[in-house]
Nanobody, 118 residues
Framework: QVQLVESGGGLVQPGGSLRLSCVASGSIFSIAVMGWYRRAPGKERELVAS???????NYADSVKGRATISRDNAKSTLYLEMNRMKPEDTAVYYC????????????WGQGTQVTVSS
C-alpha cells in the first residue's frame, strides 16, 4: 500500500506563491497518474492538477496559468507550485496516487491546509 504525506501548506497572502510536496512511501515510477485535489469549505473535492508517468499534465480551469504540477520519480515526490494565489484557493489539498498494476490504488494523503488571506 502506498502511503502519501503532504507538506508545504500554510498561510499565504493573496498574490503569493506556494509549493506543496507529497512524498510516497515507495516508488511512484509505475503509478500512471498522480494528482492534487482540494476541498474548499462547503464545497466538494475537486481536481486541481494531474500528471502522468509520461509527463502529461492536466489542470483545472480555475488554476490554469497559476499552477504547475510535477513529479520526481527518483525522490518519489509529487509537487504542486501555485502562483498568484487567490482567497478562493483556500482549501485542504490532497495528494492522490492513481491506479498501478503493481501497487493498485488509488491512494490518498491526509491533506495539507492552504489558506490564502491577508
Amino acid at each position: 500500500q502506498v502511503q502519501l504525506v503532504e507538506s508545504g501548506g500554510g498561510l499565504v497572502q493573496p498574490g503569493g506563491s506556494l509549493r506543496l510536496s507529497c512524498v510516497a512511501s515507495g516508488s511512484i515510477f509505475s503509478i500512471a497518474v498522480m494528482g492534487w485535489y482540494r476541498r474548499a469549505p462547503g464545497k466538494e473535492r475537486e481536481l486541481v492538477a494531474s500528471i502522468t508517468s509520461g509527463g502529461t499534465t492536466n489542470y483545472a480551469d480555475s488554476v490554469k496559468g497559476r499552477a504547475t504540477i510535477s513529479r520526481d520519480n527518483a525522490k518519489s515526490t509529487l509537487y504542486l507550485e501555485m502562483n498568484r494565489m487567490k482567497p478562493e484557493d483556500t482549501a485542504v489539498y490532497y495528494c492522490n496516487a492513481g491506479l498501478s498494476v503493481t501497487r493498485k490504488g488509488p491512494y490518498w494523503g491526509q491533506g495539507t491546509q492552504v489558506t490564502v488571506s491577508s
